[in-house]
T-cell receptor, first 113, second 110 residues
């Protein structure tokens, strides 16, 4: 099992450009999450999907959209990137029957110039 | 806003010593979890303690929880160089949303 995979690993954008961060998990998990991590801060939840077909806002959703394409894939889209969105983005997943462990991907380091 | 605050922000100890880091949080919780993050990597779950538990052990890890003080501590005994990482507490209220603290950066000096 690959676990949680994210693409790309690194990306540089110019202000105003758009892009989609991809996340996939092969563990048959129902719940998936997008976080951002900024220096000196913990992870902050952007959006999550408790099951296929549902999405909900987290703590910092402004400037982002998400799509739960199917049970495996959960993408994060920046429609018009801003320097404030420079961050490391992590995707995670969790079985719905558990309130325990979230499984994290390796992250995408995004720089917006 | 962050739910958890770790203390200290950074900690350096000699290999073989014990490392203790603390987490304080603000609201009621279902459980509290500790995660480790190696440099440039994703987070890895270490241990979970439920709100009705006071202490839990896993290998060299010992976690305590004091719900009256809204605080938790993580003790790593007999530290190793491989324990060098950032450690985050995360609290769960409800079924889906984990809220992470700001982390403790632990450095083990060989």
């Amino acid at each position: 099992n690959a676990g949680v995979t994210q693409t790309p690993k690194f990306q540089v954008l110019k202000t105003g450009q758009s892009m989609t961060l991809q996340c996939a998990q092969d563990m048959n998990h129902n719940s998936m999450y997008w976080y951002r991590q900024d220096p000196g801060m913990g992870l902050r939840l952007i959006y999550y999907s408790a099951s296929e077909g549902t999405t909900d806002k987290g703590e910092v959703p402004n400037g982002y959209n998400v799509s739960r394409l199917n049970k495996r894939e959960f993408s994060l889209r920046l429609e018009s990137a801003a320097p404030s969105q420079t961050s490391v983005y992590f995707c995670a997943s969790k079985p719905s029957w558990s309130t325990d462990t979230q499984y994290f991907g390796p992250g995408t380091r995004l720089t917006v110039l | 806003s962050q739910q958890g605050e770790e203390d200290p922000q950074a900690l350096s100890i000699q290999e073989g010593e014990n490392a203790t880091m603390n987490c304080s949080y603000k609201t009621s919780i279902n459980n509290l979890q500790w995660y480790r993050q190696n440099s440039g990597r994703g987070l890895v779950h270490l241990i979970l303690i439920r709100s009705n538990e006071r202490e839990k052990h896993s290998g060299r890890l010992r976690v305590t929880l004091d719900t009256s003080k809204k605080s938790s501590s993580l003790l790593i005994t007999a530290s190793r160089a491989a324990d060098t990482a950032s450690y985050f507490c995360a609290t769960l209220f409800g079924n889906e949303k984990l809220t992470f603290g700001t982390g403790t950066r632990l450095t083990i000096i060989p």
